[in-house]
C-alpha cells in the first residue's frame, strides 16, 4: 500500500514541479544588443542547420559571434561560405587549449571578450531555435529579474541509446530539482542548466567571473549557473522544448560518450550518490514492471499500480518536454541504463581513466 501511494506521490510532486515551469510564449520588446555565441569543433554536419536557423532571428540588434576551435573537418569553411553575405556574422579561430582548461570553457571565455552585446546568448551548434526566440527569452528575463535564463530544449531521438537516455536530462530534473525554489531564490544548490542554452544579461556573467571561473569543469553549465546565483542574481529555467530543439547526439558512441563524460561528475563524484540513485530507481522505477506483470498473470491487479503511476509520471514530463507521446513505456528499460552508465562512469573516474571528447582526454 505504501508503495504504491509512493509512486503517485511522484506523479502530485511532478505535477506541482510543472507548474512553476514557465514556458516561452509573450515576447519582450526590449532593443538591445544580443551577441548570439557559438563555440564549434568539428562540427561540419550542423553548420548548415545552425546558421540557417540563426539568421531567421527576428530579434533586432543581434550579432552572431562564431568560434573555430581548431576543428580539423570543413567547419571553417562552411562557416565563411555561407555567413560572408550577412554582416551580423563574425568568425573568429580559437587559441590554442591553455593547460587547465576544459575545450569548450575556454571557447565560450573566448567569445565572451569579442561580444559588444548587452546579453550574451551562448548555443551549441546542434541547436535549432524558433525566430522569435530572443523576444521570449527576453520576457521571461524581465519577469523573473534574472541574470541567466536557461532550460533544455527538445531532443530528437535517432538511435538507440538516444532513445534509453537523452530523455532521462528532463526526467531528472522535472523531477528530481524543486522549481519553486529554484526559480524563485538564489540559493545556489537548488539548480539545473543546460549548456546548449545559455542566455545571461552580461552583467550577471561578469559578475560571476564568466566561463574562466569554471575553466577545468566538465559540467561548466550547472557550475556557471550556481556562480551566477552565488553572487545574487537568480537563474530561471524555462521550459523552451518548443522553440529550441538540440540534436546532441547522432550515434549511440556518442550518447555513450557523452554520457559517461557527464553522470559521474553530475553526481558531484560522490560513489554515495551513485549507489542511492541506484537502489532509488531500481526500487520505484525498475522494479514496477515485474511486479506489473506478476499482478496481470495472477489476477492481483494492485500490483500494476505502481507501473501506472510512473507511466503517468514520464507521460506528463514527455509531453512537457515535447517528446513522443509513447516514450514514457520505456522508463523501465531506461532506469536499468541509465543505472549501468552511472556505474561505468564511476569506475571510470575513480580509476583516473579521464573522459574522451571530441578528440580530447579530461579528467
Known sequence: ??????????????????????????????????????????????????????????????????????STDRTRELLTRLTKDDPRFRIIDGKPLPKGWVGKVHACDELSRHASGSYYFYLDADVRVSPSIIEK????????????????????????LCKMLVPFQHFLVYFHLPLAVANHTTRSAFT?????????????????????????????????SRKVKENGWRVTLVNNSFDVTCHMYETNKEVWEG????????????????????????????????LALYGLMSGEFGYVLPLLGIWVQTFMIDIASNQSKWHFLLIPFASVFFIFIMWASMVRGM?????????????
Open 1 to 70: 500500500m505504501y508503495y504504491i501511494l509512493i509512486t503517485f506521490l511522484f506523479v502530485l510532486a511532478t505535477i506541482i514541479n510543472l507548474l512553476f515551469l514557465p514556458k516561452l510564449s509573450r515576447k519582450s520588446t526590449v532593443n538591445d544588443l544580443v551577441s548570439v555565441l557559438v563555440p564549434m569543433r568539428n562540427e561540419e554536419r550542423n553548420v548548415k542547420g545552425l546558421i540557417e536557423s540563426i539568421k531567421r532571428i527576428t530579434h533586432s540588434p543581434v550579432e552572431f559571434i562564431i568560434l573555430d576551435d581548431a
Open 259 to 290: 554520457f559517461l563524460k557527464n553522470i559521474y561528475v553530475g553526481t558531484g563524484r560522490s560513489p554515495i550518490s551513485v549507489i542511492l540513485l541506484s537502489l532509488f530507481y531500481s526500487i520505484f522505477f525498475i522494479l514496477p514492471l515485474p
Open 192 to 224: 539545473a542548466a543546460h549548456g546548449a542554452f545559455m542566455f545571461f544579461k552580461r552583467e550577471a556573467y561578469n559578475d560571476c567571473g564568466g566561463h574562466e571561473a569554471v575553466k577545468s569543469s566538465l559540467l561548466e553549465d550547472v557550475h556557471l
Open 351 to 363: 580509476k583516473n581513466q579521464g573522459y574522451m571528447w571530441k578528440g580530447r582526454t579530461y579528467s
Open 137 to 160: 527569452v527576453l520576457f521571461q528575463m524581465e519577469q523573473y529579474d534574472s541574470g541567466l535564463v536557461t532550460g533544455f530544449p527538445r531532443f530528437p531521438l535517432p538511435t538507440f
